[in-house]
C-alpha cells in the first residue's frame, strides 16, 4: 500500500509569521484578521505569531525571505490586496509579487503562502476578505498550518 502524507490542521507548537500589505489596508486589515482567525482556532498560540507590515504587495517577498532566512517560523504567510485600475501598474505588481512569494517558498523550503488577492474591482477584493466569498486570509492561515504540518512530517522521514 502507497505511503499518504497529510499535514493535518493541528498548529500547537508552529511558529507563524504574516506578512501584510498596508495598502489597500480596508481588506488587508480584514485579510489579517481571518488569517488570526484560522490560526488561533487551529491552535497557534498567539506569542508563536509575528505579523509584518509592509507599505505594499510589491514589498512582501523580500520581508518574507528576511523572514524564512531567520529560521524562527514553520510557515509565513503572505497577505495583500492588488486591484486592477487604468493603468498596467497592477499586472507588473501583481507578477512580481507572485513570483517572489513562489521563489522564497522554493529557495529557502519555508511554506510562503500567497495570500494576496488579485481582483478586478474593490469590491471583489472586499468579498474576498470576509464578504461573501469568505475570507481568504482564513483559507492562508489553513494552508499555512497544514503544509507546515507536511513539512514536518517529511522531514521526519529523513531521522
Known sequence: MARVLKG????????????VSRFNSQVTEKLLGGALDGLSSNRVNDEDITVAWVPGSFEIPVVAQTLADSGEFNAIICLGAVVRHETDHYIHVATQTAEGIAAVSIETGVPTIFGVLTTDTELQ????????????????SLAAIETANLMQEIESLNK
Open 8 to 19: 493535518g490542521y493541528n498548529g500547537e507548537g508552529l511558529h507563524i509569521a504574516i506578512v
Open 125 to 140: 477584493a472586499i468579498e474576498r476578505a470576509g464578504g461573501k466569498e469568505g475570507n481568504r486570509g482564513y483559507d492562508a
